[in-house]
Structure formats: structure tokens, C-alpha cells
């Protein structure tokens, strides 16, 4: 079966536009969790999604947001973007809440911020 | 909230040498620790896990250890091979409460020949 799908992979962006970026779970799969990746910091956790609810959200400024849809595809949206936004994000998709199932990892989306 | 340590940031091993990887949780009530791999330029894939009831798993070549008295669990490579080479985060969540999966800062092995 198809994997965790992440769109686009790549994207530049300049300081102070938002960004949306999109991840198709496995289907199946109900939970959706986001992370941003950077070097040295490993994966830092965004937040959650399961059955259309944020279940958990990390410590991340309120420029940070995302959604699911019933379907269980999820987005992330970053507004007022800022240098420190580049990173690799990373969504994982599981098939149950509460992370103890194993996470399928999407491909990410690399964005840069100029 | 949960923190995870993870040692050492580099690792270089030869070829058939062992590989040890260590992580400490703060959260006493932790019961899921998996680990997953990084390629270069590819997604995190998981190539162990360990639940708080096991205090060791192997699977081939690698296996994890656990201690939970110390908060302590390891990863362990056995006979390296360069296709060992990669980024390695452990993990761990307390699934009863639902919480977030919280990462270690990973560890990057290489394997030289």
C-alpha cells in the first residue's frame, strides 16, 4: 500500500509569508504527527492529529498551526515565516493515537526561508 | 514533559566492529522506546522498539537493552556493515497517557571500511 505522502518537497519561501504544507497518511491510518528536523536538534515534535483533533501539540510558538480532514490528510501552516523556520518537516502517520504503534515517516518537505 | 539524552552525537566504527548507542528518559512512567534510522536524504524508519515489560530484544544484528531502575536503554549493532552508516534517534512516550513520541538528538554512525 502507498506510503505517507508529503507535498511539495521542496519550497523557498521569504521572511514574513506563511507557508502550508500537506501530508497523506497511509490508509488507514488516523494519526498524524508533524515534526521539524533541524541539524543537532533532532526531531522536534509539532503536534498531533487524531480523527480531526490536535491530541498534542510541542513548544512551538502559535505561528505554527495545523489541521486534519476527515480523510485523515493533514496540514501544517507556519505564518510570518522567520529565518529560523528552515528545516525539514516531517510528518509521521500512525494507526493509533499515542505513539506506541510504529510511525511512518513521509519523505518531508524541505523549506528554506530566504 | 519528557526528556530524552541521547550519546554519543558521532560514532565511527570499522567494519565488523560493534556500535553501542545510549539514550536516558526522565519520565519514570516511560513504557515504549523505539529507535529509528536515518539514511542520508531519506525518512526515519524504525528498526527496533522495547516495551518497559522486556528488558532486552534482538532482531539479527541489533538488539536494545533496557533499564528502567536507571531510566536507561541502549542500541547495539553488532558486525557493522557500511550500510549501517546513518542517523540513529531513540525514543521514548508513556503510552498511558497518550503523550508525544519525544526524540533523542540522534547519533550519527559511520562505518568505515
Known amino acids: 500500500k502507498a506510503g505517507v505522502t508529503q507535498t511539495p518537497r521542496y519550497l523557498i519561501k521569504t521572511r514574513g509569508q506563511q507557508v502550508t504544507l500537506s501530508c497523506s497518511p497511509i490508509?488507514?491510518?488516523?494519526?498524524v504527527s508533524w515534526y521539524q528536523q533541524t541539524p543537532g536538534q533532532g526531531l522536534q515534535f509539532l503536534f498531533e492529529y487524531f480523527s480531526e483533533t490536535q491530541r498534542n501539540k510541542g513548544n512551538f510558538p502559535g505561528r505554527f498551526s495545523g489541521r486534519q480532514f476527515s480523510n485523515s490528510r493533514s496540514e501544517m501552516n507556519v505564518s510570518t515565516l522567520e529565518l529560523g523556520d528552515s528545516a525539514l518537516y516531517l510528518c509521521a502517520s500512525s494507526y493509533r493515537q499515542g505513539g506506541d504503534t510504529e510511525a511512518f515517516f513521509g519523505q518531508g518537505t524541505r523549506l528554506t526561508v530566504v | 514533559g519528557e526528556n530524552v539524552e541521547q550519546h554519543p552525537s558521532t560514532l565511527s566504527v570499522q567494519e565488523g566492529d560493534s556500535a553501542v548507542i545510549k539514550c536516558t528518559y526522565s519520565d519514570s512512567a516511560s513504557n515504549y522506546f523505539p529507535w529509528y534510522k536515518q539514511e542520508l536524504g531519506k525518512r526515519p524508519q524504525l528498526i527496533i522498539d522495547i516495551r518497559s515489560n522486556v528488558g532486552e530484544k534482538k532482531d539479527q544484528r541489533i538488539a536494545v537493552t533496557l533499564n528502567k531502575t536507571a531510566k536507561h536503554f541502549s542500541l547495539h549493532i553488532t558486525e557493522t556493515q557500511p550500510e549501517d552508516s546513518a542517523v540513529y534517534f531513540c525514543?521514548?512516550?508513556?503510552?498511558?497517557?497518550?503523550?508525544?513520541?519525544?526524540f533523542g538528538t540522534g547519533t550519527r554512525l559511520q562505518v568505515t571500511l
Open positions: 525514543a521514548a512516550i508513556n503510552t498511558g497517557t497518550a503523550s508525544k513520541l519525544t
Open positions: 490508509s488507514g491510518h488516523r494519526s
